[in-house]
């Protein structure tokens, strides 16, 4: 029983692991999403930061 739980834990033998190809996507997405809404996304960091420092 033992062995055969062993053998199933130890042997993970894929392509690209599971955690590999998360972190690929996820990388192109946030690429993406900031090379299509760079100018929104700097302008609303701006503003909030404007609406911290005037209070």
Do not use: H, Y
Request: charged share 15%; proline share 2%; no cysteine.
């Amino acid at each position: 029983m033992l062995t055969r739980i062993k053998s199933v834990i130890t042997n993970e033998r894929g392509d690209i692991p599971a955690w590999v190809l998360i972190t690929v996507m996820t990388a192109g997405l946030v690429t993406a999403i900031w090379t299509i809404a760079d100018t929104q996304l700097t302008a609303l960091f701006t503003r909030a930061i404007s609406a911290i420092t005037t209070r």
